[in-house]
């Protein structure tokens, strides 16, 4: 009964073990890492400063910063972005660190920045092959680049590959709920949800409503008990996406009457 408390409850064991050795840096790291995994994001991120003051060199404190400044909670890019690349010289083969910073450079820093994030998804996908949810945000990623793209043959490749993605991490998935069965892996898997969710928002703001929609839909595929939540926001972004095209449709419709009045205008004349 006792170990159960201890597994149940661990937070104020890590209180206990930061008054004990308030400047451990591992300590503050894993620490961090529970309250990501329970979504206190701001707490998250005073416990991976202070591991990264009392240990400049822990990755796993440079990488979780990273991502946690990237949300729409903070929007701090160049901060985050300094971060990420600190762990990404530290540990070069890191993969979850180069998708961090392939997502980082395909939303933040614009159309610029595009090689770098295709650079970072591919090394991302080098040193993890089997990860499903890089294969799925690199389909979204070569989307957006197909759906920008003035070359047909570049667009149809772009969107070939795309598919060739999604599918490869659909096999994963299904082999890894095959392997594991259900209830495995499941604080691995809350995390990957809410990484899908905060980069959904993101994209909403961006107004890549179908893009944000993409992601929602794996979503709630990875984690049924937040479909509730996930339906919510696809709402909230079909919404935005009627409003944005009723705003296109009024502006448009007013463009063509003043160029309908300067016509006229010019005949009269």
Known sequence: KNMQTIADKPEPHF?????????????????????????????????????????????????NLGWILSTTHY??????KNY??????????????????ARLFAHAFGDEEVDNAKRYYLAALMHDAENAHIHFFY??????????????????QAFIDAKQHVQKSDALLAQQQQQ??????????????????????????????????????RATKLDITRKREIQDLLK????????????????????SKRTSRKASGSTFM
Do not use: W
Request: aromatic share 8%; net charge positive; proline share 2%.
């Open 236 to 255: 909230q972004i079909q919404t935005a996406e009627n409003e944005a095209n009723k705003l296109k449709r009024v502006s448009v419709s007013k463009n």
């Open 180 to 217: 594991h069965g259900a209830g495995t892996g499941e604080e691995d898997a809350m995390f990957a949800v809410q990484s899908y969710i905060e980069h959904a928002k993101i994209l909403k703001h961006e107004s890549r409503f179908r893009a944000a929609m993409f992601l929602l839909k």
């Open 75 to 80: 929007s701090q890019y160049q901060e985050a």
């Open 15 to 63: 209180v206990v073990a930061l008054q004990l050795e308030p400047q451990n840096s591992r300590i503050h790291c894993m620490y961090g890492i529970f309250l990501m995994q329970q979504e206190k994001l701001d707490a998250a991120k005073t416990h991976f400063e202070k591991a990264i003051k009392y240990d400049p060199h822990n990755v796993v404190s440079l990488n």
């Open 84 to 101: 990420l690349l600190s762990a990404a010289q530290l540990a070069p083969s890191n993969a979850l660190v180069h998708f961090n910073l």
């Open 139 to 156: 389909a979204l990623f070569l989307r957006f680049i197909a759906s920008a793209a003035i070359n047909s043959n570049a667009k149809n």
